[in-house]
C-alpha cells in the first residue's frame, strides 16, 4: 500500500528566502541613513567654538619671510581685529584671498594672518604675488598655535574685540555675503561698544 507524503520539501541547503534578503537589504539603508545624518550633526560648520567670549590663547610667532611684524597674543588687544588662517597650499585660502585685500583697502579692521604648516618660501611667495593684505603675520609650522585656537582646518577667521577675547568665528572661506552681513557689522558693533564676544551667536557656513 502507498501512503501520500503531504509535507512541503524543505529548501536546498544554502538558499535564502527572498523575504530574508530585503529585510537585510533595508536594515542596510537604514544604518547608512542613520550614519548620514549624525554625520550631518556634527559638520564642523555648525559646532561652536568653545572659544567664544574667552581670551586668545597665548602665543608668540615670528614673521612670514620677509615681513617684519610677527603676530603674538600681546598684539590682540586694544583694538577689533581680524585673525585669519591661511596657507600657501590651501585652495579656498585662494578664493577668499580678494575679498581679504578688499576689506584691507577699506581700512576697516586690522587683519592678521595665522600662516599654518607652510614652507617659508611658499608663504612669502604667495603674499607676493598674490598681495598681501595682512598687518601681521605669525608663523605656525607645526601647528601648535591652531590647534590652541581650535582651528579644523584652513582657512578659518575668527573676530577678536578690544580686550582681546573671541567674539566670533568663521569655518571656510570668506565669501561678500558674510564679510557685508556678519563680519563688518559685527565688527562695527563691537568698535560702538554695542557687541559682547560672549554673546556672539555661533559660527555659521
Known amino acids: 500500500m502507498t501512503t501520500s507524503n503531504d509535507s512541503v520539501p524543505a529548501p536546498a541547503r544554502g538558499s535564502r528566502r527572498p523575504g ?13 541613513g542613520v550614519l548620514l545624518v549624525m554625520g550631518l550633526e556634527h559638520d564642523p560648520h555648525k559646532i561652536p567654538s568653545p572659544l567664544i567670549g574667552k581670551p586668545v590663547p597665548e602665543f608668540r610667532l615670528p614673521a ?14 586694544g583694538e577689533v581685529s581680524l585673525v ?9 585660502c585662494r578664493e577668499e584671498h580678494p575679498l581679504l ?15 599654518y604648516k607652510d614652507a617659508p618660501d ?16 605669525g608663523v605656525d609650522r607645526d601647528g601648535r598655535v591652531a590647534i590652541d585656537w581650535g582651528v579644523y582646518g584652513v582657512p578659518e577667521t575668527f573676530v577678536v574685540d578690544t580686550e582681546g577675547r573671541i567674539a566670533y568665528k ?20 563691537l568698535r560702538a561698544g554695542t557687541g559682547s564676544a560672549s554673546r556672539q551667536p555661533s559660527p555659521q557656513p
Open 64 to 77: 612670514v619671510k620677509g615681513r617684519t611684524l610677527g603676530l603674538a597674543s600681546a598684539d590682540l588687544k
Open 170 to 189: 568663521h569655518i571656510g572661506p570668506i565669501d561678500a555675503q558674510t564679510l557685508n552681513e556678519k563680519l563688518v557689522p559685527l565688527i562695527e558693533r
Open 84 to 92: 585669519n588662517v591661511f596657507a600657501s597650499w590651501c585652495i579656498a
Open 20 to 32: 530574508a534578503i530585503y529585510i537585510v537589504a533595508i536594515a542596510c539603508f537604514v544604518a547608512i
Open 122 to 137: 611658499d608663504a612669502a611667495n604667495w603674499l607676493d604675488t598674490l598681495g598681501d593684505p595682512y598687518t601681521r603675520t
Open 101 to 115: 585685500l578688499e576689506l584691507a583697502h577699506r581700512k576697516i579692521v586690522p587683519i592678521h594672518g595665522l600662516n
